[in-house]
């Protein structure tokens, strides 16, 4: 897996590897840019000369396998978003990217972000145009930064937020001829077929379940269900998938990292084996000062859900790295937490009754292994969403688990390349009727199972069962 280290981000990557590797033995590289630099250049001069061909399958999952070897070219396939973070250095953020408080581009939404291992040569599967409604357009400005409006099988028809100035952005920024003042009104368009809720994540459950019994697939920003709600949310969001027998999809950005997507190929190839251990993180230093929607006032400010937020509430983006690896389930979990260092989690005097800052929670697995996925907003000197994963059976370097080709008009964008791949595969699943890469049960997997363990933590660590859900 390659990781790199937020402090790196200009002068060096601080890389972790061992996806493209032949040993599971973790090895630390520092590499200069202009090392990277040669690499890249390397990789210019042979481009084109070793394509992939893939059948054309709902998300290219099904591919042919490329002998390759673990050449330098591999390497970098590997490294995609190192090399793009490579192409961000000394660049100017444009005025829409997402900021904090002190002027900073939210980590994640950096600008170039490309998808250098999807696959070129993109094919359409219908000429029909699925029509989108688009909700939220907060702090991250989620809404319009998954290229619906570029998508050529999407004409997005509207957009709302409950604040006028961002709903008006949202529409400018998508191309929306019409605007509603609510999700809920905008849900009531008949003409209406899919709905992206980018809303605030309490919202997130309420919004879907009422889109699905309105008859619109609905694809939601994570987390699926939220807080002490959860469970209950679960149930009701799983019930209406099922009885409207619309798509919902969870946009987990992680899955389609390109790492884990390379080992979701492996495994699916049954190259792994078994996974007897995995492991997965989300650290994000003092997300609590990020501003969230506070619905109290209607501002984005510093007292709306992220303030204090349980990390094992937000958990999907390191419990991606075993359930969309292997479409297998955390089933039971064991989790601790140490008291956050920020003043507004003290003694857990706060709207989510939270008083960590850190989670870690070991699971079984619903194929007899082990697992360890970390949450964090305190760690100094740790950034990112990063995971490994440990088969019975070594990584085949015959399988190239390359992403999927993208519409030309559709970047790779934002976390890695994922937020285009994420649009591409909830279009396609509907168009094609498939599943999509995290439908209800995966989500409230990799969901829940970060809110039992939050559970867990307030008991010491208790061993607990995790709701199974099953489509
Ligand atoms: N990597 C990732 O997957 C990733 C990264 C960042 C954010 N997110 C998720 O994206 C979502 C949006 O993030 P954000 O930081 O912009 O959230 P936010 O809280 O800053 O903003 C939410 C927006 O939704 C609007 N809204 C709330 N209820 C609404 C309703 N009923 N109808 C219409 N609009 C409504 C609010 O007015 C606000 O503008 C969050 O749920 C967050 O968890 C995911």
Redesign the pocket.
Known sequence: MVSAGKSDLCMNLTLTIHSLGQSPTRESLRISPQKIEEELAETRSIKGGNRIKRARVMNNEKQDHEQSGLSRRGFLHGMGGAGALLGMTGMAAADDT?KDADGNV?P??EKNQGDANAVKDWQPVSDRKVRVGI?????????AAFFYQNHPNVEVVAA????PR??AALAKAVGAKKT?????E?IKDKSIEAVFI????P??AR?AILALNHGKHVVS???AVFGFEAEGEAEELFNAVKKSGMKYMM????SFHAELYAKRMQYQAGALGKIIYSEGEYYHDNVGT????N?RN?K?DGF???RALAPMW?P??ATAYYVSVTGGRLTDVSGLGTPSLYSEYKDGKNAHKNAFGTEVAMFKTSEGGMSRMAVSWDMKNAHG?QGRVYGQKPHDNGIKGDRPALPPSVEGG??GG?HGQLTNNFIESILLDGKPIVDVSEALNMTLAGVIAHQSALKEGEWMKIPQYAL
């Open positions: 997402p939210i994640g939404f909700a939220g357009y907060g702090l991250c400005k989620f809404g709302t937020d409950l604040d961002r709903c509603y003042p609510s999700c809920e905008m980018a809303t605030d994540a919202s997130h919004l920003a994570v987390p946009n987990e950005t992680s990020l501003g969230s929607y619905p209607g984005i709306g859900w992220r937000y999907t983006h969403e934002g976390h994922s």
